[in-house]
Nanobody
Framework: QVQLVESGGGLVQPGGSLRLSCTTRYTSIFSIADMGWYRQAPGKERELVATITLGKSTNYADSVKGRFTISRDNTKNTVDLQMNNLKPEDTAVYLC?????????WGQGTQVTVSS
């Protein structure tokens, strides 16, 4: 079982920024998997935030376009999510995802709370 580990969550005021990072000790993942960030707010379904392919093509939810940037460093085995101009509606648990073939792995998530 591949374990993904997220970090970088916390409490931030509206308009602020946070940078989330995801890594794993199974470093070969970063040479074969498409990676992504999802989020889940209380009482809501899990939703896609951003994805990045092996070739570094990116895709974003409309709600975060222009504010969030996903990136990956296959040499450092990390995938990051830079979040700017955060809004209260961005409050959620953010989860890292790795997909290759029929395999789909998740981290346990990191809490992001946007509040004044």
């Amino acid at each position: 079982q591949v374990q993904l580990v997220e970090s970088g969550g916390g409490l931030v005021q509206p308009g602020g920024s946070l940078r989330l990072s995801c890594t794993t000790r199974y470093t070969s993942i970063f040479s074969i998997a498409d990676m992504g960030w999802y989020r889940q707010a209380p009482g809501k379904e899990r939703e896609l935030v951003a994805t990045i392919t092996l070739g570094k093509s990116t895709n974003y939810a409309d709600s975060v376009k222009g504010r969030f940037t996903i990136s990956r460093d296959n040499t450092k085995n990390t995938v990051d999510l830079q979040m700017n101009n955060l809004k209260p509606e961005d409050t959620a648990v953010y989860l890292c995802n790795a997909q290759f073939g029929i395999n789909n792995f998740w981290g346990q998530g990191t809490q992001v709370t946007v509040s004044s």
